[in-house]
């Protein structure tokens, strides 16, 4: 079997497996994705909701985040983790989005990367989950550990990998590789993988 049909393999599997994928961050517009994919590093999607659903009442513009006091935002995402960090890129982010992009969240990779906190992967979901453009695959910690164990590729970086599965992937295909993996990487494919249970465990290279 090569790497292209394993991949159409896999998501066959994984589809009829998974009615729905997720929970993810849940969110109504751009600037709420971005907000919510910044804090979900290092932190549950459940929390993340959690924090963001009185967040988001309160701060609704890029320019809300930009005049944000910071010591308060650090405490409004403290749970989060990073918080400090975090709150920073909030801010930071919220003024380059008012002051360069007109309040809005740009639809561009390379504005995407000009913004702070705003790494590859975040800047891949941005444009697939909001604006429905797919220019490249968003490699998560749970895309990292189950790719590798699929035995499609044996990258050492999330942006290596990325390279390599655009080159087995569909454009389409890239969101929905991003979230299955997300979600069987939750249930089955865990730290200590459920090969036992798992759809996958005939075509699967750990397993085979
Ligand atoms: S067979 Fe095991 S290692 Fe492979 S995807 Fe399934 S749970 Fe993960």
């Known amino acids: 079997m090569t790497k292209k049909e394993k991949v159409k393999k896999i998501l066959q599997l994984l589809k009829k497996e998974y009615k729905t994928v997720g929970p993810f961050i849940q969110w109504s ?12 590093a290092q932190c549950t999607d459940e929390r993340v909701n959690m924090v963001t659903k009185e967040l988001f009442q309160k701060y609704k513009t890029a320019r ?17 983790g990073f918080y400090k960090s975090k709150a ?10 008012d002051s360069e992009f007109g309040g809005k969240v740009p639809d561009k990779l390379e504005d995407l990367l000009k913004l702070r906190g705003v790494s590859h992967k975040t800047a891949y979901l941005v444009l697939a989950k909001a604006y429905g453009k797919y220019e490249g695959l968003a490699v998560d910690t749970h895309v990292f550990r189950l790719t590798k164990r699929f035995g499609l590729s044996n990258a050492n970086s999330p942006i ?11 454009p389409k ?6 979230e299955y993996c997300i979600t ?16 996958l465990n005939k075509i699967c290279a750990k397993n085979i």
């Open 64 to 80: 809300d985040y930009a005049n944000a006091d910071i010591s308060e935002l650090e405490k409004e995402v403290y749970s989060t």
């Open 160 to 170: 290596i990998m990325s390279r390599e599965l655009s080159k087995i992937i569909e």
């Open 184 to 199: 069987h990487g939750r249930k089955i494919c865990v730290r200590k993988p459920k090969c036992d249970e798992c759809v």
């Open 173 to 178: 295909n890239y969101l929905k590789w991003n």
């Open 88 to 97: 920073r890129a909030l801010k930071e982010t919220g003024k380059i989005i």
């Open 29 to 40: 517009n751009e600037l709420e994705l971005l907000v919510g994919i910044i804090l979900s």
